[in-house]
């Protein structure tokens, strides 16, 4: 499963956690931010239950949040920025990681998992 967040909704303002009402945490306001789709969060966690192997990349300036957010699916997610590309992408050993679990999972069809 390839999945990119790319920019979907501006806001020029953004308040996270307005008015909640537990002590412990407290407002984060963000200020011209991207929204990507809400599908980037959905199809990758069903993906990620499942098993299957998931690479997901983020455009610059998405609010990195749920399973966008840097080490929760306990893989690199690069940034790419559509606006200036220059040199090598910084996504290339992610992608060749990812081709090399889809490999995996394809050579072990068929197979049950051995519990030990």
């Keep these: 499963m390839l999945g990119i967040a790319f920019r979907r909704s501006y806001s020029d303002r953004f308040v996270v956690r307005n008015e909640a009402d537990i ?17 980037m969060q959905i199809e990758p966690a069903m993906a990620f239950q499942l098993g299957i ?22 893989q690199y997610l ?28 394809y050579d072990n069809r068929g197979k049950p998992p051995q519990l030990y």
């Design 23 to 39: 002590d412990s945490t407290s407002p984060e306001i963000y200020e011209r931010i991207w929204l990507t789709s809400p599908y």
């Design 53 to 74: 192997p998931i690479l997901l990349m983020k455009e610059k300036g998405v609010l990195a949040e749920g399973v966008i957010e840097q080490g929760v699916t306990g």
């Design 78 to 105: 690069p940034e790419i920025d559509l606006e200036s590309v220059s040199g090598p992408p910084d996504w290339s050993n992610a992608l060749n990681q990812w081709i090399g679990r889809v490999r995996a999972v």
